[in-house]
């Protein structure tokens, strides 16, 4: 997103059936199975020149109830806060006209990300050079091996959710 004006490019993205063997994957058989085409699709992705989108991608989209999206993510964001408010070192207000990626918990425990990985929730990370980098102040560099950013995407129902929270409280207890 951007206030600079630029022009659409002109070429159409004929690549996206190529990359979604892994989301074929994760519904005729599980996450898993699809990570490696994940991966492999990501990497394609790389100094991609901006293009338009494909008629796959668009027909895709066309079939999301955005709206439904938006109040699962929002609901699901604020199930988990409500939930880890007082545990979290990083204090926030999230806004309520956005919709959230995931939920930032800063401060969990070493070793959360692989107990959740174990149960089968993913969790990104993010700026993992950031750890590395000595220029860095310490606040930044510790970020990314302290913070989980958990999922609250519309697919997760409740007892997802509760799981995550108690799998979370159980390791900082």
Known sequence: VTNKAISA???????????CVHLLKRIAEDAESGYTDYAAAEESLKLQEPKRMSALTRRLLAGIDYD??????VENFAFLHEKLQRYNHLSFTANPDAVPLCYP?????AGMREELRA???YTPSYWPEVATT????DFERNVPGSAVFLPC????????????VRSLLDRLA
């Open 9 to 19: 490019p002109e070429a159409v993205d004929h690549g996206s059936l190529d990359r």
């Open 68 to 73: 439904d999206v938006r109040a699962r993510r």
């Open 105 to 109: 918990y800063l401060g969990a425990p």
């Open 119 to 121: 149960q089968r929730i």
């Open 134 to 137: 000595e220029s860095m102040p």
């Open 153 to 164: 995407d519309q697919r997760l129902s409740r007892a997802q959710l509760e799981m995550m």
